[in-house]
């Protein structure tokens, strides 16, 4: 079920891979370290790559929130992703994965819109929700111009919790706003934390600390049901989601979050294509620039969007 590419079929991490594993943990938390999301929003921010030469950056705002219209060169503005970044709901923001949409906006040949959402524990559940919706609504409305055009193919996406609120936007939005498809990388589906993953993947992962996985979630939850849809995909009806493609590494915690919402979509009829990464670490794909694998999922995104572009 969740495989597929030719993925599984690697027995051997590129050369890059041990120098960013290792550069990785020295900044992970240790067994026993609190929740301490400044000191994750410092590094998300210190580690944030410059878009790829030739990437156009239109900034404007939508319900009050910044967003970052970002446009490569020869970019159908007709063709549009709205990209919602990870961050555990605790940080993120345009600045930290401009880059990152911009690389899979290139590969697609479309234009993508990075919104900065509301975070936790400032603003928990729903603020981020809401923001998503309405970055969708505009998106399905206005490109990079700010003129009122249709896009001919509209596309969402998002990693980590981006990943889980672009399937939590999906549910609050279907049969409203017409989605082309969806992409999501490293997808926290499941914000009861209790995914296999989390205690079997907990050695491998070097970005991710299990041991905070529920703290996070709490931040966010702020004493919200984890079961609702609309914090924890996983547990909605997912009939009628437009096609999907989800990326996962099979060395991170939340692997499991994706096989398991991958699994249930699929018997709810949902296309949906799995892929698992060898080896490979959570949000894997934001280190292109150093790891050919990262390299490699994002000309699969790029190309799975290619394929639903009307």
Excluded at 82 to 111: K, P
Excluded at 146 to 167: K, M, N
Excluded at 295 to 302: F, H, M, N, V, Y
Aim: include cysteine; glycine fraction near 10%; charge should be negative.
């Amino acid at each position: 079920m969740c495989g597929g590419n030719g993925v599984n079929d690697r027995v051997m991490a590129s050369p890059g891979f041990a120098r960013v594993v290792s550069m990785l943990r020295s900044t992970q938390p240790r067994e026993g370290d609190p929740l301490d999301y400044q000191r994750y929003r410092r590094f998300l921010t210190a580690m944030a790559p410059r878009p790829p030469n030739g990437v156009r950056v239109f900034r404007t705002e939508v319900a009050g929130r910044t967003v970052d219209w970002v446009v490569p060169e020869g970019a159908d503005p007709n063709v549009r992703l709205l990209y919602l970044h990870g961050g555990a709901y605790i940080a993120g923001s345009v600045h930290t994965h401009r880059a990152l949409a911009a690389r899979i906006a290139e590969a697609a040949g479309c234009v993508g819109l990075v919104v900065d959402y509301r975070i936790a524990p400032e603003d928990p559940f729903p603020a981020a929700l809401e923001d998503s919706i309405a970055a969708l609504e505009y998106t399905a409305h206005y490109g990079p111009n700010g003129a009122l055009a249709a896009p001919r193919s509209l596309f969402v996406g998002g990693d980590s919790a981006g990943g889980g609120l672009t399937l939590s936007t999906l549910l609050a939005t279907r049969g409203r706003v017409p989605v082309t498809a969806a992409v999501t990388l490293s997808a926290w589906t499941d914000l009861t934390c209790s995914g296999e993953s989390l205690v079997t993947r907990a050695a491998a992962e070097p970005v991710l600390a299990a041991h905070l996985m529920q703290p996070t979630a709490s931040a966010y939850l702020a004493g919200h049901d984890p079961l609702d849809p609309r914090v924890s995909p996983l547990y909605g009806d997912l009939a009628g989601l437009p096609p999907l493609l989800m990326q996962v590494g099979d060395a991170e915690v939340l692997l499991d979050d994706t096989r398991r919402f991958a699994a249930k979509a699929s018997a709810a009829g949902v296309d949906v294509r799995c892929e698992v990464w060898p080896e490979m670490f959570h949000v894997f794909q934001a280190f292109s620039a150093i790891l050919p694998e990262g390299q490699e999922a994002i000309a699969s995104l790029g190309g799975y969007l290619r394929e639903h572009s009307a």
